[in-house]
């Protein structure tokens, strides 16, 4: 996420204050007929798919509550494992 705020804008004891949200299990990424494999992705949460439509579709977040959509992008709870 990128957050664009004034020059003086305290980040470190903005995080500090407001805690952590919750973390991410699973991040579904459509590729279509593009190849990633050039790039040096590491394991985690990130799934690659090639079929279906290109970009973000859907994140998995740790904890309880009713998944949402935003956009075309679905958001889902899970509990941590």
């Known amino acids: 996420m990128v957050v664009?705020?004034?020059y003086e804008f305290d980040a470190e004891n903005w995080r500090a204050a407001?805690?952590?949200g919750p973390g991410v299990i699973t991040?579904?990424?459509?590729?279509?007929d593009f190849s990633w494999t050039g790039l040096s992705i590491g394991p985690g949460?990130?799934?690659l798919d090639a079929t279906g439509p290109i970009g973000v579709r859907r994140i998995v977040l740790e904890g309880e509550g009713d998944g949402f959509e935003l956009g075309?992008?679905?958001f889902a709870?899970?509990?941590a494992g």
């Not at 991040?27 to 279509?32: D, R, S």
């Open 72 to 74: 075309s992008v679905s």
């Open 77 to 79: 709870f899970e509990p």
């Open 27 to 32: 991040i579904e990424v459509g590729t279509g």
């Open 18 to 20: 407001v805690g952590h």
């Open 45 to 47: 949460p990130l799934v």
């Open 4 to 6: 664009v705020t004034e």
